[in-house]
């Protein structure tokens, strides 16, 4: 289960339960930091327009946190896709200082080798994270409803399944704070078209207003987890709306396309 830890003057949550066999995974909030508004406080996006100083700084006070080293750092360019790639150590340091060296169009990371800390970012999407606590595997994916209906977590756990022998129902997942269904309002279209792809989709959907639909991407995403072999028991949920919390994180849609970004990180340790 998700645990809220105050170090410094930063706030994040974090699986403890993970930590105890080998995954230290965070999932950031905007609480502390030295960015300025819109980006108010631990922004960690060096892609939206903030200062990067700022930023740098922000990602170091994490790092430093969590007694991660910059050189172990490895992020991608997020493109809301389904593309997953594995990293090792000769990725470390790739999009710290700058965003031009963010490994290409990659929705999702995952490793073996520790000391190796993946990065990921998010404003209302949803992060999600898979850990195999025997084989000690971990991976990271951003889920938007984009990579929500291409099945980016199902593509993660494929990825890691090719890679090495496990069973899903072995792998420990969470997901992340994501915007929820209260103020994500979707058109009839965008329900359909999930429902063609996906006929047991139905109720990842609510009534909204004037003939739209309320979207839950969490929901979404442990019904596909679920539907690629996760055990439900094994999914931690934190179940926070980012955009009901804005105070908390970053969103998108409330800050309508000008804010920040939080992040979900882990290394293997
Ligand atoms: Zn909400």
Not at 1 to 22: D, F, S
Not at 107 to 133: I, N, W
Not at 176 to 185: S, T
Request: net charge negative.
């Amino acid at each position: 289960m998700w645990e809220r830890v105050e170090k410094g003057n930063v706030i994040y949550y974090t699986l403890p339960e993970w930590a105890a066999q080998g995954a230290q995974v965070i999932m950031t909030t905007r609480v502390g930091g030295v960015s300025e508004a819109p980006y108010e406080g631990l922004n960690l996006g060096l892609h939206v327009g903030d200062d990067s100083s700022a930023v740098i700084a922000n990602r170091r006070l994490l790092l430093d946190a969590n007694r991660w080293r910059e050189g172990a750092f490895v992020t991608a360019k997020q493109v809301h896709g389904d593309g997953v790639l594995y990293v090792d150590a000769s990725f470390g340091g790739r999009g710290f200082s700058d965003y031009e060296s963010a490994i290409d169009d990659t929705d999702g990371l995952f490793t073996a080798e520790r000391d190796l800390v993946l990065a990921t970012f998010y404003a209302d999407c949803l992060p999600l994270a898979v850990f195999h606590p025997t084989l000690k595997l971990l991976g990271l994916a951003h889920a938007g409803w984009q990579g929500t209906y291409r099945n980016i977590g199902a593509a993660l756990i494929g990825a890691m399944g090719a890679k090495w022998d496990f069973e899903p129902e072995e792998l420990w997942c969470a997901t992340g704070a994501a915007i929820g269904p209260c103020c994500y309002q979707v058109d009839a279209d965008f329900y359909q078209r999930f429902l063609e792809r996906y006929p047991d989709s139905d109720p990842w959907f609510s009534a909204g207003e004037k003939g739209k639909y309320r979207f839950n991407n969490e929901k979404a995403n442990v019904a596909l987890l679920q539907k690629a072999g996760v055990k439900r028991e094994n999914i931690s949920v934190l179940g926070l709306c980012t955009a009901c919390h804005d105070d908390l994180f970053f969103s998108y849609r409330k800050g309508a396309g000008k804010t920040g970004r939080h992040g979900l990180w882990g290394a293997l340790i």
